[in-house]
């Protein structure tokens, strides 16, 4: 069963604090928490509040190196890795999970071995920034909204000069 959860990556940046819902806009999770320094990062929290998944930032800079927990044990190390042409390339390597995409459409895919397990995307907004998780795998909801959250990370933010169709805004 395919299940599409969204969340305002907007509100998560103002107010460390966003809901996760369904295509019906039932709540399924709470996310909660910052990025800047060591030490910051999200949980993902259940409707009755118990942390289900963690992502914390170990290190500072241009390759920023993140730690991914569930039930406070340690599953994966990753780190952002971006290449010329805005594609990018982040391996959870004791989850085996690859997720491509591309930091201007916003759009990737998260593979375990050779199946594609969950497609994120940016939904049309001009107002705010949605992301859109589709999965056929509720195990791994938190998990990869763990890694959607990082790729909100600011190294992550698309630059203020892309629009979503590509085309520089000049202030014309």
Known sequence: ?????TFNQTELDQTQFAKVADGYHDTK????????LIG??????SLTG??????????IGNNAKFELS????????ARLHITVLNQEFIYLKHENILVTGNSVTQKYNFFK????ITKLERLDNDATFIREITT???????????????????RMKISPHHKMNNQVNYGI
């Open 70 to 77: 569930i039930e406070n044990q340690t599953i994966a190390i």
């Open 29 to 36: 999770y709470f996310i909660m928490g910052t990025w800047g």
């Open 50 to 59: 118990d942390p289900l998944a963690e992502i914390k930032q170990l290190t």
């Open 136 to 154: 056929d795998q509720i195990e791994t909801e938190p998990t990869t909204i763990c890694i959607a959250a990082m790729l909100g990370h600011p």
């Open 40 to 45: 910051d990062g999200f949980i993902v929290y």
């Open 113 to 116: 071995g050779r199946h594609q």
């Open 1 to 5: 069963m395919t299940r599409a959860l």
